[in-house]
């Protein structure tokens, strides 16, 4: 099994580099829906904070869309938030990078709380389901009332049971996609990663456990959009 070096210099700089539509062919969509629904967060209600923000790639997008955007940027790589400072210098003050482990919460202070909105982009399936929990619960802490998580990752998927489904949606959804990865090199992908997709079911069970009110809005091949608000 494979684990993602996020904190090598090398492996950040590589993966910030590479074509995610290989890897996720609808992610532009995805991201375009996850920012359609940060846009409802006005210019007078505060902070958001992005659990696992990685090199700041959907933040970029962020700024651009919601000119009045501010954003607590939480990862645990230095190498990753190196990449996102370069490439986040241009909005000043509008973007704070934090350090922080989603594994020990414990051990952060978070700044602007409370936040108007908390996402995560395709970062929750790296930590283990009991980490996934006290997340959960922590942002429910954080969040502002009526305040919303927006969680947008990949879950649990067995493609042993609809192999012939899953790899005749593959293709079709790569049309288009410069040099498509193969399904069967997809399913290699993740069959040899060491990481944590949790279930659809328990992923809704824990956000309701943590007092929020959660639905998938968006649910497409092994990829999902879930909003929480906090009542």
């Known amino acids: 099994?494979?684990?993602?070096?996020?904190?090598?210099?090398?492996?950040?700089?590589n993966w910030d580099a590479v074509n995610a539509a290989r890897d996720?062919?609808?992610?532009?969509?995805q991201l375009d829906l996850l920012i359609t629904l940060l846009e409802s967060v006005g210019p007078d209600d505060g902070w958001m904070l992005d659990m696992g923000s990685g090199s700041g790639?959907?933040?970029?997008?962020?700024?651009?869309?919601i000119p009045h955007a501010s954003i607590v940027c939480l990862?645990?790589?230095?190498?990753?938030?190196?990449?996102?400072?370069?490439r986040l210098h241009a909005y000043g003050d509008r973007y704070h990078p934090l350090p922080g482990d989603m594994n020990r919460l414990g051990a952060v202070e978070f700044p602007h709380a409370p936040y108007a909105a908390v996402f995560s982009s395709q970062a929750l399936h790296e930590i283990p389901?009991?980490?996934k929990r006290a997340v959960y619960e922590k942002v429910f802490?954080?969040?502002?009332?009526?305040?919303?998580?927006?969680?947008?990752?990949?879950?649990?998927?067995?493609?042993?049971?609809?192999?012939?489904?899953?790899?005749r949606v593959w293709n079709r959804q790569n049309r288009g996609v410069d040099a498509p990865m193969s399904f069967q090199e997809y399913r290699e992908r993740y069959d040899s990663k060491d990481d944590y997709?949790?279930?659809l079911d328990d992923q809704l069970a824990w956000l309701a456990a943590a007092g929020l009110l959660a639905a998938p809005l968006y649910l497409h091949y092994n990829r999902v959009l879930i909003v929480a608000r906090k009542p």
């Open 141 to 167: 802490k954080l969040l502002r009332p009526g305040g919303a998580f927006y969680i947008l990752d990949r879950f649990q998927t067995n493609f042993d049971d609809l192999p012939d489904a899953y790899e």
């Open 75 to 86: 990862d645990s790589s230095e190498e990753m938030l190196k990449l996102a400072s370069e």
């Open 197 to 199: 997709p949790a279930k």
């Open 129 to 131: 389901h009991e980490s």
């Open 57 to 65: 790639q959907v933040e970029a997008i962020i700024f651009e869309r």
């Open 1 to 13: 099994m494979t684990t993602d070096a996020w904190g090598e210099g090398s492996f950040a700089q």
């Open 24 to 29: 996720n062919p609808d992610r532009a969509n």
